[in-house]
């Protein structure tokens, strides 16, 4: 088991909590006036964008403030009837979904026998993705059998989906059926 | 959902089992707490005392995998003191149905068993017909024959004494519940039965959730606001994806994937009538079909060709459920797979034979936020040798969801909008494009193939634009549906025929984009149209409809049954069901006319199914132990779900009580969601919820020498895992069968990747699925505990 390596300060640092600790400082404390004014110097002039939380099955709405090319804060929707507003922990930390330093930002590739990832174009992974996927279905596939069409490769799998938005999930249905994958499987069941 | 979060705040009487909403679903609880603040009761059944057991009026420990046995007797307490409501029983389920002679129970065995297969010949079960082919009923339920006969004799074997020794949970406690739960029989009252992953992931899951259809009909409690069965969905999407056919024996709206297996399944037309029932919704089956084929065939699919209907694959006589899928992986069966932001490393069953199971691929693509557990399987901190493991892999950045737009929906099968509100983080994509481009890539390389297998492919239709964005727009006209005789978008799926004249990608969503530039996800007036079911914002599938079944919240004469529970009726001046709800019925079918009163219309007769006999073990639900269990089948000598599959060797290791005598089961809380990729890769909640733990009861701790917060571990005959003892009076030892039975319970969440790291929970899980679903057991599994020093 591997411990938990981060002190108090660092998670300070990471989260940006060290910048609002600062502001709250040098406004002496008053923490009503604190309040207000630190959340006037976020949201000011800031995008808000409506969306539903990425995270359970309730669909509570939450506004994304954007500014500078940056999350700055998020909140709950008070329009949207189901949570009015209101959220738990994990839709109050929507933010950090982008501002993580986690976030995987490069398509990387690790070659068979490898020890490491490579950073590689866009271009390159999906052409290289299209190649192996049709050199798996054109030497598995199976047109017939028993004399009844089956149109199938039993070689390549899909599985997820139920973080995706729906038309997406179409996209996969549709591509995956279409190349003939029977190994189609999302969280439905795990 | 029949029902919908905000309707909860209708229920004279919440059963929460198998779920835990204050933690894992918070904002639910505020629809819960308004219905306590109405006067409504909330009961919490779970092995464990949690959040919601501590703002519920009444609390039950069961032991874990015991459901039936709970339940069973529910059944048997509600038929004894005829707390049911009868009129609804009668006319709204197949109560009245006589059973033909084939049917019969002995010693936890349905006829028609086959032991060497362990599968049953379902024809024995088969409902009397008539000359006619309709049932054979006796409205008056005394025929020993009905259904509701068999149904009584079934459960009177259910008595409190044998219930409380299966599942722990004292006699008192268990009159409580049922008392309470039983008086929304009550015309004017209704309860609602809420849970999740705790009631499905059982080898008798799917049993589980037919026991509560069973109570939930029996008091009348479906149709009715405040009523129904709620699933209470854990990802935001998995609602959608499971509409959208991302299982493999489904295609989009839940029509069933043609099979190798079926003879009739050969040819369209053998498919269709094979499964198209000749009364109730399905019977439009044809329609729905031949317009998926369309939309995606188009012009390829005419009515020469079938519709298209041989380039759809069709699977072989196996299963490829998830643990099947990774059994294959794991005997190199498979070259490829793609991962769609999810992470099996973490959060399949038996994980660690999961993870051994990439090794063989030849091929891996991953697309997600993070490197995740699984993306990253052959590194050194993952416990592999990647000198060892040949495994190419390509992980692409996917765009976070805020980053695109879309549409997703919720457990109330609303479907909302999100808008993109900011580009992606770095060179992050959406879903949508790399799928679409994936596709488009695709083409070109079979561009001019004439062999066989580039064909079905060639002939599949891709018009969402040719750069490498997709035209989301299109996507989602295209789930709805057009006329191609006037190139115009469908009204809904009323529209849908079988001639090759309409398109539909998804039939159960068909309406949600009825004209140009009118996307109803897109709603947003939150304005209360009455009963709480705010029409006008989002759409809910289907048709718009928020309380399914609502036809049987009306009497026989289409009159509500109680002024307090109307939600539909039949306007006799207007001539059509009116009220706060869209009819999930024919909105203009006469209660008098011909089906006027088959207030359960997916179903072929109308009405709900007390007795199942498509189920894989049987019409009635019955109680079998888990796959690894303490005690012996008080109720029969068949110990375990007589039709599961057992995967047997190295695969799935099964642990004797005798090595591991303590019930485990793994659990979510609030701060991380499932396997903790998207939430452990955040700095706030790592913090909050920085360690894998193993809860505990004072009791066990006490026998084992274990204080809080002392390192322990945990095994099974799968594997081991350390974790942090976390000591509670949440858990209590179990009195079953005349013997002290401990159980303990772990979060699922942890893994070796993120801010926060820690034992992965699933390593202990077995692999053993329901008889239906083949969803895993993680839900009930032996283990044993000791101090790691």
């Not at chain 2, 854990?234 to 493999?248: A, I, M, P």
Request: charged residues 25%.
């Amino acid at each position: 088991m591997v411990e938990m390596n981060l002190n108090r300060r660092q998670f300070l640092k990471l989260s940006g909590a060290t910048a609002a600790t600062l502001a709250i400082v040098e406004l002496g404390f008053n923490e009503q006036k604190a309040y207000a004014k630190s959340k006037e110097f976020k949201i000011a002039k800031a995008t808000v964008t409506p969306t539903i939380c990425c995270f359970c099955g309730v669909g509570c709405g939450i506004l994304v403030h954007t500014k500078d090319n940056t999350v700055v804060y998020t909140e709950g929707d008070p329009d949207n009837p189901i949570n009015e507003g209101k959220l738990c922990s994990k839709g109050t930390t929507l933010r950090q979904l982008y501002t993580s330093e986690k976030r995987m930002t490069k398509p990387l590739y690790r070659a068979p026998g490898s020890d490491k990832w490579e950073e590689k174009d866009w271009e390159w992974m999906l052409d290289t993705i299209a190649k192996r996927t049709k050199e798996s279905r054109d030497k598995s596939f199976i047109v017939s059998e028993n004399g009844v069409t089956v149109n199938r490769t039993e070689k390549i799998a899909s599985l997820g989906g139920a973080a995706l938005d729906n038309e997406e999930t179409y996209l996969v249905s549709k591509l995956m059926r279409g190349l003939g994958v029977v190994y189609l499987e999302h969280q439905a069941r795990i | 959902m029949t029902n919908h979060w905000n309707d909860l705040q209708h229920t004279d009487c919440a059963l929460i089992m198998g779920a835990n909403p204050a933690e894992n679903h918070p904002i639910s609880f505020r629809w819960l707490t308004k219905a306590k603040e109405n006067g409504g009761k909330i009961i919490s059944v779970d092995p464990r005392y949690t959040r919601t057991s501590a703002v519920s009026d009444i609390y039950a420990p069961l032991r874990s995998g015991t459901d039936i046995a709970f339940l069973g007797g529910m059944i048997k307490y509600a038929l004894e003191n005829n707390l049911i409501h009868k009129e609804y029983v009668v006319n709204y389920t197949n109560a009245p149905f006589i059973v033909a002679d084939g049917y019969d129970f002995k010693d936890g065995l349905f006829s028609g068993y086959d032991q060497a297969k362990r599968t049953y010949d379902k024809t024995k079960w088969a409902l009397a017909a008539g000359p006619d082919g309709k049932p054979v009923t006796d409205p008056t339920l005394e025929n020993p024959r009905t259904v509701f006969q068999l149904l009584k004799k079934h459960y009177s074997r259910y008595d409190l004494d044998t219930v409380s020794s299966v599942t722990g949970t004292p006699k008192e406690d268990l009159l409580k519940v049922y008392k309470t739960f039983c008086e929304t029989s009550k015309v004017g009252k209704a309860g609602t039965i809420l849970y999740a992953m705790g009631t499905t992931q059982h080898t008798v899951g799917s049993q589980n959730v037919r026991a509560y259809a069973i109570i939930q009909m029996l008091l009348g409690n479906i149709g009715l606001p405040g009523g129904g069965i709620n699933a209470m969905r854990g990802e935001s999407n998995v609602q959608g994806s499971t509409d959208f056919g991302l299982l493999w024996d489904n295609l989009t709206g839940y029509l069933a994937i043609p099979k190798a297996s079926v003879p009739e399944h050969a040819t369209l037309d053998g498919y269709l009538k094979k499964e198209t029932p000749p009364s109730g919704y399905w019977s439009n089956r044809p329609k729905f079909v031949v317009s998926l084929l369309k939309s995606w065939y188009a012009q390829n699919a005419t009515a020469e060709n079938e519709f298209g209907y041989q380039y759809l694959p069709k699977p072989g006589s196996k299963n490829y459920s998830h643990i099947f899928l990774f059994k294959a992986m794991y005997n190199k069966e498979l070259d490829g797979a793609f991962l769609w932001g999810t992470n099996p490393v973490v959060g399949g069953p038996n994980a660690g034979k999961e993870k051994e199971a990439l090794g063989n691929l030849k091929w891996l693509v991953a697309v997600d936020l993070w490197e995740t557990e699984t993306a990253a399987f052959w590194k050194k901190e993952a416990g592999s040798d990647p000198s060892k493991i040949n495994t190419e892999v390509f992980l692409l950045p996917a765009s976070a969801s805020f980053e695109k737009e879309g549409s997703i929906s919720n457990s109330s099968r609303w479907m909302q909008y999100r808008w993109k509100a900011i580009d992606s983080k770095g060179e992050a994509r959406p879903d949508l494009d790399i799928i679409h481009e994936l596709a488009l890539k695709l083409k070109k390389l079979y561009a001019g193939d004439t062999s066989a297998q580039a064909s079905p492919f060639l002939a599949l239709d891709w018009n969402f634009g040719n750069g490498p964005e997709c035209d989301i727009d299109l996507v989602a006209k295209e789930i709805n549906g057009y006329d191609l005789t006037t190139g115009k978008l469908l009204p809904g799926f009323g529209a849908l025929k079988a001639d090759g004249t309409t398109t539909s990608g998804n039939w159960i969503y068909s309406g949600f984009y009825p004209e140009e530039g009118k996307n109803k996800s897109k709603n947003r007036d939150n304005k209360d149209t009455g009963g709480h079911h705010y029409l006008y914002w989002s759409f809910a599938w289907p048709m718009n409809r928020r309380v399914l079944y609502n036809r049987a919240a009306a009497d026989l004469n289409g009159n509500p049954w109680s002024k307090e529970k109307a939600i539909i009726w039949w306007d006799a001046i207007q001539n059509k069901w009116v009220g706060n709800d869209v009819p999930d019925f024919n909105a203009t079918l006469a209660p008098t006319a011909p089906g006027g009163t088959g207030a359960i219309m997916m179903n072929k007769d109308g009405v709900g199914l007390l007795y199942a006999p498509t189920m894989n073990e049987g019409p009635f639900p019955e109680h079998y132990e888990p796959f690894e269990s303490p005690v012996p089948n008080a109720f029969s000598s068949v110990e375990l779900n007589p039709a599961v599959v057992i995967h047997e060797g190295d695969f799935n290791k099964k642990g004797s009580k005798g090595t591991y005598p303590i019930i485990a089961t793994t659990y979510r809380v609030s701060e991380h969601w499932q396997s903790g990729s998207m939430t452990r890769n955040q700095e706030w909640l790592s913090e909050i919820a920085g360690y894998m733990f193993v809860e505990i009861s004072e009791e066990l701790a006490k026998e084992k020498g274990i204080k809080n917060k002392d390192k322990i571990i945990v095994s099974s005959a799968r594997g081991e895992i350390t974790a942090y003892a976390m000591v509670t009076k949440r858990y209590k030892p179990f009195k079953v069968r005349g013997k002290v039975v401990h159980q303990v319970g772990m979060p699922w969440h942890f893994g070796y990747k993120g801010y926060v790291t820690g034992d992965t929970a699933n390593r202990l899980t077995p692999h053993i699925g329901d008889a239906n679903t083949q969803i895993p057991e993680y839900k009930a599994f032996l283990c044993d505990v000791r101090r790691a020093d």
